[in-house]
């Protein structure tokens, strides 16, 4: 059984920005990629932003030049940085990732975006 554990959340102010984390009780580099969903009221859950073994990210075209994936492999701690945040980036934040072919999640963490 493998843990994530994300924090970060929080309500802040259209422009403003927050900084998620993703801490596994496995190495990251026992997976292919860390990755980041998001899902708010009403919509389907959506990639956000992808890390891979190698170092490779990748980011949904909404929040690109806005949000930066990044890890600390020491901590087998992934972030996302979130900068000038929109009042449409409000959703519940997820942490995923595959280990031994299972797909393991993080319980969510609330982000509100709201003036």
């Known amino acids: 059984q493998v843990q994530l554990v994300e924090s970060g959340g929080g309500m802040v102010r259209p422009g403003g920005s927050l900084r998620l984390s993703c801490t596994t009780s496995?190495?990251?580099?026992?997976?292919?990629?860390m990755r980041w969903y998001r899902q708010a009221p009403g919509k389907q859950r959506e990639l956000v932003a992808t890390?891979?073994?190698?170092?490779?990210?990748g980011y949904v075209d909404s929040v690109k030049g806005r949000f930066t994936i990044s890890r600390d492999s020491a901590k087998n701690t992934v972030y996302l940085q979130m900068n000038t945040l929109k009042p449409e980036d409000t959703a519940v934040y997820y942490c995923?990732?595959?280990?031994?072919?299972?797909?393991?999640w993080g319980q969510g963490t609330q982000v509100t975006v709201s003036s």
């Open positions: 995923n990732a595959l280990f031994d072919g299972l797909a393991y």
């Open positions: 496995r190495s990251i580099f026992s997976t292919d990629a």
């Open positions: 890390i891979t073994t190698a170092g490779t990210t």
